[in-house]
């Protein structure tokens, strides 16, 4: 990536995983949810990591870029990772040192899925597989740690005064590797098992989970405000969420 697409290594990678399918925010929680999300990248020079299609939380990332790039100059660097089998108008893509032009429409009668035009950088996983997600889940993670792996120098390249206070957190010092962030909005059974993923790593994989923004990062919120950190919940503090 930094031989062939000429970028700068990261001084943090910020994984963003939500539900694949589309979703409405609170106007508020996706103002701040793309504000921090861009502020973030901007003041330490992070990547961002996404599923890359035009659907569910990548959407909302790509409404972020957008607005960014409509008014700042700035290049924020988004990669996509997606399934090559769950692409749209993919035969479109096909070649090697051309350019094409891509079709970023979306066909309402296909199950199939665009790219997101708002990012900068594209890997496609093609494991033979059609119409369905998979193929890019162990490529994406292990393209995220061998990013993880290499040597920066983060405190010299971030301003803390202008980095978001969870994001300057994990920058670590002269020497070390490229932090990572997982940033979860929404989402469905299999966003709670990246988290758990993140959180078994070693050294673990700092979580930012969206309150507010429904199903997954809804319940992972509320487990996390009433466990006490042995994993025990505080039943006198919990109250019955059955509807009768």
């Known amino acids: 990536m930094v031989k062939e697409w000429q970028l700068e290594l990261p001084t943090l990678l910020i994984s963003v995983h939500g539900g694949l399918q589309n979703f409405d925010l609170p106007p508020k929680l996706k103002q701040v949810f793309g504000r921090g999300l861009i502020k973030a990248a901007v003041t330490t020079g992070a990547w961002i990591f996404t599923g890359g299609v035009s659907t569910g939380v990548i959407r909302h990332v790509g409404d972020a870029l957008k607005d960014h790039s409509s008014k700042s100059r700035g290049k924020v660097c988004a990669i996509g990772i997606a399934p090559w089998g769950i692409v ?7 070649g090697k040192d051309v350019t094409r032009p891509y079709q970023t429409m979306s066909n309402p009668l296909s199950k199939l899925s665009v790219l997101n035009s708002s990012h900068s950088h594209f890997i496609l996983s093609d494991n033979g597989t059609t119409g369905k997600y998979g193929a890019e889940v162990r490529l994406r993670r292990q393209l995220e ?17 202008a980095a978001p206070p969870w994001c300057f957190a994990v920058l670590p010092g002269l020497g070390q590797g ?11 059974p299999n ?31 509320f487990a996390h405000r009433y466990c006490e950190e042995d994993g025990f919940s505080r039943r006198a503090e919990v109250k019955p969420h059955r509807k009768q």
């Open 191 to 221: 966003v709670i098992s990246i988290v758990l993923e993140s959180l078994k790593e070693e050294p673990p994989v700092p979580v930012v989970v969206c309150d507010g923004s429904g199903r997954a990062s809804d319940i992972i919120s």
């Open 145 to 161: 740690k061998h990013v993880s792996l290499q040597k920066i120098n983060t405190r010299e390249s971030c301003d803390p005064a």
């Open 178 to 188: 490229v932090p990572v962030v997982c940033l979860i909005l929404e989402g469905g």
């Open 88 to 94: 749209e108008n993919k035969e479109d893509l096909i």
